[in-house]
């Protein structure tokens, strides 16, 4: 037995090693990794069914404009609802500032109309069949791009029509021919048809600054017919020329900002009654301005800032405003401006009225020549 028991745990010993290096894996070379299971990409979902096929409705307001104000039904007769009425001025009609899109239905007894301020941008002749008796409409600040012939031959005692800060690209036609002014400033204008002023012999104030007009599209009669004309505007344009044919009698001409670079000589012949004239931020240069054409008797206020000019022009003893400034003057000299005799003596009541004068911008640096003072005895202001 006892034999048996330890040959019995001899065998076990010797057997035990290799068990273990069995169970026990080798270090020397390690195992591949298993490769990870393929994983199949989720299918794409399918497409959303198509849209059903919706008609097209216009909305009922542009999504741009806020909807316009109405009041609430009006004690007075025909008072619309897109204005306001007031008891103490019954033949007005206040609309502005009310958001609309077009004209409303015009009583029959108005006589000023306010539209300003806007979104109107077309006007046709409906609104104004029982408006016959209007004097006064205003349109200005509204989006106006096409006015129907018909509305002016509907109003034909209109006195003032204001449509400035508009998109309009031309005048309109068939204007009431007894309209005495007529502003048309910040448009889009290019174009002055021939003949739109023809029949306009009344008109007073003409205002087109600020516009696209342009020596081509200015007809060379465009402002002949107006023999009332006192104030012709065309300030902030782009023209080359002084235009032809201005009426004889106006009595303010303004063409700032422009692109003139000459005045013909004797321009203003025959302007006896002429008394501003404004030439500011043109290309104006003393080859371009002939000595003696500002010897206009009836010349009050002259300028001729931010131009090209080396010297004073030839003035007037009337003359009592002249802007110089921002030019390319060097030297001033009293007895070549002075338009009296500097050595004859003379009252005051017959000096040259003169009494402001602006330099400064120029190649100038105090003191102002004493030849200077004597001469324009009138001379309250000068700035160098």
């Not at 104004?128 to 006015?147: C, E, G, P, Q, S």
């Not at 012949?269 to 080859?287: C, E, P």
Request: hydrophobic share 35%; net charge positive.
């Amino acid at each position: 037995m006892r034999a048996g028991f330890g040959s019995y745990s001899l065998l076990l010993l010797l057997l035990c090693p290799v068990l273990l290096a069995q169970r026990t894996p080798q270090r020397g070379r390690p195992r591949k990794p298993p490769r990870p299971t393929a994983t199949r990409k989720p299918p794409h979902p399918p497409p959303p069914p198509p849209a059903p096929v919706l008609p097209e409705v216009e909305p009922a307001e542009p999504t741009d404009f806020p909807p316009p104000i109405l009041n609430p039904p009006s004690p007075f007769d025909n008072c619309p609802r897109e204005c306001d009425c007031n008891p103490m001025y019954p033949n007005a009609l206040y609309c502005e500032n009310r958001n609309l899109r077009r004209v409303p239905q015009i009583p029959p007894d108005t006589h000023y109309l306010y539209l300003r301020n806007n979104y109107i941008d077309e006007v046709t002749a409906e609104p104004f069949k029982n408006a016959t008796d209007l004097k006064w409409v205003d349109l200005a600040n509204n989006r106006l791009r096409r006015i129907d012939r018909e509305v002016f031959k509907k109003i034909p005692n209109l006195l003032y029509l204001y449509m400035d800060r508009n998109q309009l690209k031309e005048i309109p036609n068939d204007l009431p021919e007894g309209l005495e002014q007529l502003r048309v400033s910040h448009n889009q204008i290019s174009k002055i048809p021939p003949g739109v002023f023809s029949k306009m012999g009344h008109l007073v104030l003409l205002d087109l600054h600020h516009n696209r007009i342009s020596d081509g599209n200015l007809g060379k009669n465009a402002f002949k017919d107006l023999k009332n004309l006192m104030q012709l505007n065309l300030a902030h344009n782009i023209l080359r020329k002084m235009p032809n044919n201005v009426p004889h009698n106006i009595f303010q001409l303004f063409l700032d900002r422009n692109n003139i670079e000459d005045i013909p000589q004797g321009y203003f012949n025959h302007f006896n009654n002429l008394a501003f004239i404004r030439l500011n931020y043109n290309q104006l240069s003393d080859k371009g301005v002939p000595k003696m054409v500002f010897n206009i008797s009836s010349l009050l206020d002259l300028h001729l800032a931010h131009n090209k000019l080396s010297i004073v022009p030839h003035i007037t003893a009337h003359l009592e405003h002249l802007h110089l400034n921002h030019n390319q003057i060097e030297h001033l000299n009293g007895t070549e401006i002075c338009p009296f005799d500097m050595h004859a003596r003379h009252d005051m009541e017959v000096a040259p009225r003169l009494r402001y004068l602006r330099l400064d911008g120029n190649h100038l640096s105090p003191p102002v020549p004493m030849d200077v003072i004597n001469c324009f005895r009138h001379l309250h202001s000068i700035v160098i």
